[in-house]
């Protein structure tokens, strides 16, 4: 097992201290740009997408920019080598060799710490992709309703990813290579990847406990409906069970309590809506669902330590 290199302190207080950086196509280009020539053999990149052939310096000029990240795209990878622990919209994951790793647009990436030789293989692909499936027809792992996953798979499900990309990276590096069949070929990655998606589904339906269960579905809730949704009344009523036994559940299973998750989930949409967009204060109170913008400020500041105002102009 290789050493372990710290990348950011405790997810919480990084998630409450600093805003989510949006990692899309113009900034990963930035990050890459004054590496091309070392990282070249490594990685493709365009206006379309991006494939990352398994080499961890590209990823450690990633990881330099500051986390925690925002992403607005589709990635799709495996961990190559090595084991790292990333925290993956608001919950901590382990990845090892052999995991598969989704992440959907809205994703909000914080790494915690990787092994020195954590490796990841994979695609993303940005807005101008030409996506292979039409609204409606996406697989069920990829349809919305689960922003991201990420999945220990049996070494043969793992060789058949590592095939598809291996395609892939040697098509996209043929003179002007044929697009539909690349795009073919990331139907058949996200095929393969909700095969392993929906079998492991149905092992954890199997060997899950029930509180495990229903802490994975208030997480997933939060993740959807907190711009909308700030009470917990609501999140118990969706599970058809009292808000008494969901907060006792929440807190047992993770040490928090689900106004907690709320709290944190809220104020990272905020932050993010503040930094990446024009909208004024009283716009983003009135689009996160507060009474008025004289709330908004209250809440943010006694969960933050500033006023939204002064958040968005430090940041900016």
Same mark, same amino acid.
């Given at each position: 097992m290789g050493n372990f290199h710290y990348l950011c302190g405790g997810f919480m207080e990084n998630v409450m201290d600093k805003q989510p950086k949006l990692l899309d196509v113009s900034k990963m280009l930035d990050i890459f740009?004054?590496?091309? +020539?070392? %990282? #070249?053999?490594?990685?493709?990149?365009?206006?379309?997408? $991006?494939?990352?052939?398994?080499? !961890?310096?590209?990823? #450690?000029?990633i990881l330099q920019q500051t986390p925690p990240f925002v992403i607005n795209d589709h990635r799709?990878? %495996?961990?190559?080598?090595?084991?790292?622990?990333?925290?993956?919209?608001?919950?901590? &994951?382990h990845l090892k060799a052999g995991t598969i790793v989704y992440l959907g647009p809205g994703t909000i990436i914080t790494p915690i710490r990787m092994s020195d030789d954590f490796e990841i293989m994979g695609v993303g692909l940005f807005a101008d992709f030409p996506? !292979?499936?039409?609204?409606g027809q996406f697989p069920s792992a990829f349809n919305g309703q689960v922003r991201d996953f990420q999945l220990p798979v049996s070494n043969e499900a793992m060789q058949t990813v590592q095939n598809i990309l291996e395609t892939i990276w040697q098509l996209v590096h043929q003179p002007d290579y044929? &697009?539909? /069949?690349? /795009? $073919?070929l990331v139907a058949a990655l996200m095929h393969h990847y909700d095969h392993q998606f929906n079998l492991q589904a149905d092992r954890q339906a199997v060997t899950r406990s029930r509180e495990q269960t229903i802490f994975d579905r208030f997480i997933q809730l939060v993740n959807e409906h907190c711009r909308e949704q700030h009470q917990l009344d609501y999140y118990a009523?969706?599970?058809? %069970?009292?808000? &008494?036994y969901l907060g006792a559940v929440v807190r047992q299973t993770s040490g928090s309590t689900p106004k907690e998750w709320i709290? &944190? $989930?809220l104020i990272a949409h905020a932050k993010a809506m503040l930094l990446h967009s024009d909208k004024p204060v009283t716009l983003i109170s009135e689009e996160l669902n507060f009474?008025? !913008?004289?709330?908004f +400020?209250?809440?943010?500041?006694?969960?933050?330590? +500033?006023? !939204?105002? $002064?958040?968005?102009?430090?940041e900016n």
């Open positions: 740009g004054p590496h091309l +020539t070392q %990282i #070249k053999e490594h990685v493709f990149f365009n206006n379309e997408m $991006a494939v990352l052939h398994s080499d !961890p310096i590209v990823f #450690k000029l799709l990878g %495996i961990v190559m080598y090595g084991e790292g622990f990333v925290n993956f919209n608001l919950v901590d &994951r996506m !292979p499936f039409s609204i044929h &697009r539909p /069949t690349v /795009t $073919a009523d969706r599970m058809c %069970i009292t808000k &008494r709290d &944190r $989930a009474p008025n !913008p004289s709330f +400020t209250k809440y943010f500041k006694r969960l933050t330590g +500033t006023t !939204p105002l $002064a958040f968005a102009n430090k």
